[in-house]
């Protein structure tokens, strides 16, 4: 880990891959911080990053949304912030999806109406990166998302 003045920097080490940098750097002026949060390993990454910088650099209200997936997310969702590392972390459920095949677009879109966060992370991620099956793929980018080619 690297801390600067305003910003985490974690460099991610893979035995097969790159070395990939994750930088947390958020506005001075943003405190209250969402994040879409199912309690897989990629948003637990995120949460845990948002924790170490509210513990580092500046205190932050974050806020764990958790969408009507499955019972599943709330479950480990649950089981993960009831840690005491995650102790100041609010956790706010049930935020309606529509779709069924585990797209979250909705859910965003509900989140980013809210007035209680400055800023949101969704952590959406294309998994696998290429077409399977006949309904498409199941998730779709941040890129996408937000509409960015």
Do not use: W
């Not at 509900?110 to 696998?128: A, H, R, S, Y």
């Amino acid at each position: 880990m690297l801390k600067c003045d305003s910003q985490l920097i974690y460099e991610i080490n893979h035995p097969q891959k790159k070395h990939e940098f994750i930088n947390i750097n958020i506005p001075a002026e943003f405190n209250n911080i969402g994040l879409m949060y199912s309690g897989g390993v990629e948003s637990t990454l995120v949460l845990s990053l948002l924790v170490l910088y509210s513990q580092k650099i500046r205190p932050l209200n974050i806020i764990a949304y958790t969408v009507e997936k499955s019972d599943n997310y709330e479950y480990y969702s649950s089981k993960i912030l009831n840690q005491d590392f995650y102790k100041n972390v609010k956790h706010i459920t049930k935020i309606p999806n529509q779709r069924s095949d585990g797209v979250i677009k909705e859910g965003i879109s509900i989140v980013l109406q809210k007035k209680e966060i400055d800023l949101l992370f969704t952590g959406v991620n294309k998994i696998p990166d290429e077409y399977i099956g006949p309904f498409g793929p199941t998730r779709i980018t941040a890129e996408e998302v937000s509409g960015i080619p």
